[in-house]
């Protein structure tokens, strides 16, 4: 019963190991191969039209879906870690470099794809198309995670890969290196097969997204903004498929992410003068530091009636004596279109659909922040998710 148990668990694994890679090949196939939607300006998107051109079924043997998990514990075991915007850790990049090439041999040897390596350790794939006017559009991932310690509670060495009841545990399991793997193995698959897409597309590995994609992210869209490139649309990381995570929802859904959150550090610091053991001051500058910190975390603050950052600090705390600097930030990126002539939306939809038909799907935005908005300059459309399935707990796993 426990070995059937955990035999069970670990098929379901494989399933959702397996989603990225069917995913990307679908969002591929549905791009390049299905007839582009039917645009007509009184009747907007119609999505009965999609028509299949041909039909590539993805069939793997139980011998390659013991290679691909191999693959994705071999990823998650190099620890591709970035500390600070100038420390990465470069020996384990360009093992992972290695590692792609090696596993991925029809991706890095097909005359069909040209592959770049920008700023010493991203990746730039471009696949042109059959019909070059078409506009091409742009898969992102990221090789590199944050730090991970096993003092931190890890309940297995963050790079061991460790298989635990049917779980894989590492750091970069979910962020985001299971994206990184599924893309180019989607590719690889349709290579294999004499793939040779309608749409062109790119693919954009970037090395250093945990610490704002300043040398991988940025120099990619430097690259292909030079060449004169715009986008369709871009689809990165970001929002997932929840179970039961939701309030008042039943059933799965998966939400797309249409927008990021905006991003502040701000700096407070108060100056006063010192007082004496015998005679101290009736507050100190501790004390008054901690009463405006106190405050501004008892400040809860709807997004819609936001003021600007540094005016709704400096209003909630509302003393003087506190000095309120901006250490960095970043405004909210725009909305993505997600009406019924949003191309890249309803691709996307329409791929989660074909993946999971129970499903019901939205758009959200995403909480957390990607190098995906370094390319706003070159599209009008920058969606977020990623085929992972998750339930209450499982990020905590």
């Known amino acids: 019963m426990t070995g059937h148990s955990t035999h069970w668990k670990l098929f379901k694994f494989l399933k959702v190991l397996l989603f990225s890679a069917i995913f990307a090949i679908t969002v591929l196939f549905l791009v390049a191969t299905v007839r582009t939607f039917t645009f007509d300006v009184n009747a907007g998107l119609e999505l009965g039209k999609w028509e299949n051109t041909t039909t590539i079924s993805l069939h793997l043997s139980p011998q390659q879906r013991k290679n691909l998990l191999a693959n994705f514990k071999a990823a998650i075991q190099i620890p591709t870690v970035s500390f600070t915007e100038t420390n990465v850790n470069t020996s384990a990049l360009r093992e992972f470099d290695g590692l792609l090439r090696r596993v991925f041999p029809k991706v890095f040897s097909s005359s069909l794809v040209k592959h770049e390596v920008v700023g010493n350790y991203s990746h730039l794939f471009t696949v042109p198309g059959r019909e070059?006017?078409?506009?091409?559009?742009?898969?992102?991932?990221?090789?590199?995670?944050?730090?991970?310690?096993?003092?931190?509670?890890?309940?297995?060495?963050?790079?061991?890969?460790?298989?635990?009841?049917?779980?894989?545990?590492?750091?970069?399991?979910?962020?985001?290196?299971?994206s990184v793997m599924g893309i180019l193995q989607a590719l690889e698959y349709l290579l294999e097969r004499g793939y040779t897409p309608r749409r062109s597309f790119y693919i954009g590995l970037g090395h250093d997204e945990e610490v704002n994609g300043l040398h991988g992210a940025v120099n990619i869209v430097k690259l292909l903004k030079s060449r004169g490139v715009k986008l369709q649309y871009v689809l990165d990381e970001g929002l997932?498929?929840?179970?039961?995570?939701?309030?008042?929802?039943?059933?799965?859904?998966?939400?797309?992410?249409?927008?990021?959150?905006?991003?502040?550090?701000?700096?407070l610091s108060v100056s006063s003068a010192p007082g004496h053991s015998s005679m101290p001051p009736r507050e100190s500058s501790i004390g008054i530091l901690a009463s405006a910190v106190g405050g501004k975390s008892d400040a809860q603050t709807v997004e819609h009636l936001a003021h600007k950052v540094m005016d709704l600090v400096k209003s909630t705390i509302s003393d003087e004596r506190v000095k309120v600097e901006?250490?960095?930030?970043?405004?909210?990126?725009?909305?993505?279109?997600?009406?019924?002539?949003?191309?890249?939306?309803?691709?996307?939809?329409?791929?989660?659909?074909?993946?999971?038909?129970?499903?019901?799907?939205?758009?959200?935005?995403?909480?957390?922040?990607?190098?995906?908005?370094?390319?706003?300059?070159?599209?009008r459309d920058i969606y977020r998710f990623a085929p992972m399935w998750f339930k209450p707990g499982d990020p905590q796993r």
């Open 132 to 178: 070059p006017d078409l506009e091409p559009y742009m898969l992102l991932a990221h090789i590199d995670v944050v730090p991970a310690d096993e003092a931190d509670g890890w309940d297995a060495p963050p790079f061991s890969a460790q298989e635990i009841n049917g779980f894989i545990y590492g750091r970069g399991t979910i962020d985001n290196k299971q």
């Open 240 to 267: 997932a498929v929840l179970d039961g995570v939701i309030s008042g929802l039943d059933g799965p859904a998966a939400l797309i992410g249409i927008s990021e959150k905006g991003q502040a550090t701000v700096k």
């Open 326 to 379: 901006m250490v960095n930030g970043f405004d909210p990126l725009p909305i993505s279109s997600y009406d019924e002539q949003a191309f890249g939306f309803q691709v996307i939809k329409k791929t989660v659909q074909v993946m999971f038909p129970q499903l019901t799907v939205a758009p959200g935005v995403c909480v957390g922040n990607t190098d995906s908005r370094h390319y706003k300059d070159i599209t």
